[in-house]
């Protein structure tokens, strides 16, 4: 199983970056995704997250409004567009998968059972 996230790199405040994370290994359609971030000395947060279907979606509130997940089922991929982003978004990104008979809150990393291998987000200021 492999999920592969990119898109990361620096980008000025109130820019955007779109990530994306293609995995292999698993049907896709059978997982819930996530992602989440882990800036340094922090512990890993959750960010947004999507049910197979594409029909729930969830985001942590410093995400709303700013961010949007959504998902291929066609090319396996899942996508974070991120936009007006802030110094505060700086953090390594990480793509996550959830097989959806779990009952685990989406917004908790404890259900998910497959990780990428992050991507750094870098904001300046």
């Known amino acids: 199983v492999q999920l592969q996230a990119s898109g990361g790199g620096l980008v000025q405040a109130g820019g955007s970056l779109r990530l994306s994370c293609v995995t292999s290994?698993?049907?896709?359609?059978?997982?819930?995704m996530g992602w989440f971030r882990q800036a340094p000395g922090k512990e890993r947060e959750f960010v947004a997250a999507?049910?197979?279907?594409?029909?729930?979606?969830y985001y942590t509130d410093s995400a709303k409004d700013r961010f949007t997940i959504s998902r291929d089922n066609d090319k396996n991929t899942v996508y974070l567009q991120m936009n007006s982003l802030k110094p505060e978004d700086t953090a390594v990104y990480y793509c996550?998968?959830?097989?959806?008979?779990?009952?685990?809150?989406?917004?908790?990393?404890?259900?998910?059972?497959?990780w990428g291998q992050g991507t750094q987000v870098t904001v300046s200021s």
């Open positions: 999507i049910s197979w279907g594409r029909d729930l979606t």
């Open positions: 290994g698993i049907t896709f359609g059978d997982y819930a």
């Open positions: 996550a998968a959830m097989p959806t008979y779990s009952t685990a809150d989406p917004r908790e990393p404890a259900g998910y059972g497959y």
